[in-house]
């Protein structure tokens, strides 16, 4: 009777401990992005971080598990730009003197799909502290008084600093579906499509979030 007793101590201890070093999953993370903006439109077709602007945002994530998640953020940045900077000709005269810098706000959400398993502590699950991962979603643009709706494409790296501690970079170009988010309106007079012959811009950003709310909780004696 006794052994059976120890035997009991033994397993049920064994067992406490392996739980105890499992680390937790959590659901959602909340944190902050800062990082760098810039605009791709009418006044600057293809060239990278022209006329580049401060970005911040609050960024929150729902991991669905440990390879997919949501991830919803709210950003504050600016896009400006100017027609003397580059060799384009406009039809019109006047547009040759058109420049501007327009607040921009962006409210959006996009699906996340890891390389690898994300997450420390789940060596059954194959799970990594750094892996990259690409993502793609929906998201609604406000500038120079106009509401319209955007593609958000783009790709970032995240690592895991503490169990509950998460930093990365994240670069999305956001496709909007207007062409006046610069507070101009077709300048060649050439006709607009679904995506052709619009504004986007895209943002680089550095991000720390922090998890919340544990999927499983460990087992405790009251």
Same mark, same amino acid.
Request: one cysteine or more.
């Given at each position: ?19 105890? *070093? ?13 990082? *760098? ?7 600057? &077709? ?16 729902? %991991? ?29 005269? #006047? ?18 799909? %890891?390389?690898? *398993? ?22 609604? +643009? ?5 509401? #319209? ?22 670069? +999305? ?23 052709? %012959? ?10 720390? #979030? ?5 999927? &499983?909780?460990?087992? %405790?004696?009251?």
């Amino acid at each position: 009777m006794k052994q059976r007793h120890i035997c009991t101590i033994i397993i049920y201890l064994a067992a406490t401990t392996w739980v105890t *070093a499992q680390e937790l999953e959590y659901k959602m993370e909340l944190g902050g992005m800062l990082g *760098a903006n810039y605009y791709l439109g009418d006044a600057n &077709y293809s060239t990278p971080y022209k006329n580049t602007q401060a970005a911040a945002a609050f960024v929150g994530r729902y %991991n669905i598990n440990p390879r997919m998640a949501l991830k919803f953020d709210l950003a504050l940045t600016k896009i400006s730009g100017n027609a003397l900077d580059g060799p384009t000709k406009y039809p019109q005269a #006047t547009g040759q003197e058109w420049k501007f810098s327009n607040t921009l706000a962006d409210l959006s959400c996009q699906y996340e799909l %890891n390389a690898w *398993a994300y997450g420390t502590g789940f060596g059954y699950k194959g799970t990594k502290r750094l892996t990259p991962y690409i993502q793609a979603g929906l998201g609604f +643009t406000y500038a120079a008084s106009t509401l #319209t709706m955007n593609i958000p494409l783009g790709i970032g790296l995240r690592y895991k600093l503490k169990e509950r501690l998460n930093c990365g970079v994240d670069w +999305t170009i956001r496709f909007s579906m207007s062409d006046k988010l610069d507070g101009i309106s077709d300048p060649y007079n050439i006709s607009s499509g679904f995506l052709k %012959n619009k504004d986007s811009y895209s943002m680089t950003m550095f991000y720390i #979030t922090y998890d919340l709310f544990p999927k &499983y909780r460990k087992c %405790n004696n009251d």
